[in-house]
């Protein structure tokens, strides 16, 4: 369970939409999160999903997960410049002494041009 | 109306010295976190805490001890400081009961000299 991946970088034109994507290992993890950090700041809660939900939609994110694939995307529609930012994915294990852990990915480094 | 606060925001100290960093949240939470994201933003669980009792203690040196005086506040003290415990250090907390989503502070950043 500690093997959440997700690509370093992307960079999308300002209009345009981003798709974050990421894989997780374990496929018991109850819950999938996305996190925001914006230079210098903490992490913001995105949006979560439970997983056995296979999307959420909330204003311009969409969240997509495919148990089988253990895959998990982010949709940004009509991403801004103020969108640029780091995106973290979280699984959640919970099981045993890992009760509540949660597990990130290293981050995506989303940068948005005007 | 801040939720999850830490102090202080930014650390800078010698290597050798002994410092805290304070935690307080006041969302009702049972349950406290520390984290600790390292230069290349990779964020790695610590320690939590729940109802004031220690539930998570990953890998971490002994020089390391939190402390929570009660539920609403989960202290980080660290002994001994070395170079490579500069990072930026995060506090969340949760309520188990309600799917354990994570609010996280603003981080304390932390440079050892």
């Known amino acids: 369970g500690e093997d959440v991946e997700q690509s370093l970088f992307l960079s999308v034109r300002e209009g345009d939409s981003s798709v974050i994507n990421c894989t997780y290992t374990?496929?018991?993890?109850?819950?999938l999160y996305w996190y925001k950090q914006e230079p210098g700041a903490g992490l913001q809660l995105l949006t979560y999903i439970f997983s056995n939900m296979d999307m959420k939609q909330d204003q311009r994110l969409t969240v997509l997960l495919n148990k089988k694939d253990k895959h998990l995307s982010l949709r940004i529609a009509d991403t801004q410049t103020g969108d640029s930012a780091i995106y973290f994915c979280?699984?959640?294990?919970?099981?045993?002494?890992?009760?509540?852990?949660?597990?990130f990915g290293r981050g995506t480094q989303l940068t948005v041009w005007p | 109306d801040t939720a999850v606060s830490q102090t202080p925001k930014y650390l800078v100290t010698q290597m050798g010295n002994d410092k805290s960093i304070k935690c307080e949240q006041n969302?009702?939470?049972?349950?406290m976190y520390w984290y600790k994201q390292d230069s290349k933003k990779f964020l790695k669980i610590m320690f939590s805490y729940n109802n004031k009792e220690l539930i998570i203690n990953e890998t971490v040196p002994n020089r390391f001890s939190p402390k929570s005086p009660d539920k609403a506040h989960l202290n980080l003290h660290i002994n001994s400081l070395e170079l490579g415990d500069s990072a930026v250090y995060f506090c969340?907390?949760?309520?188990?009961?309600?799917?354990?989503?994570?609010?996280f502070g603003p981080g304390t950043r932390l440079l050892v000299l």
């Open positions: 374990d496929s018991s993890s109850t819950y």
């Open positions: 979280a699984e959640r294990f919970d099981r045993g002494s890992t009760l509540g852990r949660l597990y």
């Open positions: 969302l009702g939470h049972d349950t």
């Open positions: 969340a907390s949760s309520l188990r009961d309600r799917g354990e989503t994570q609010y």
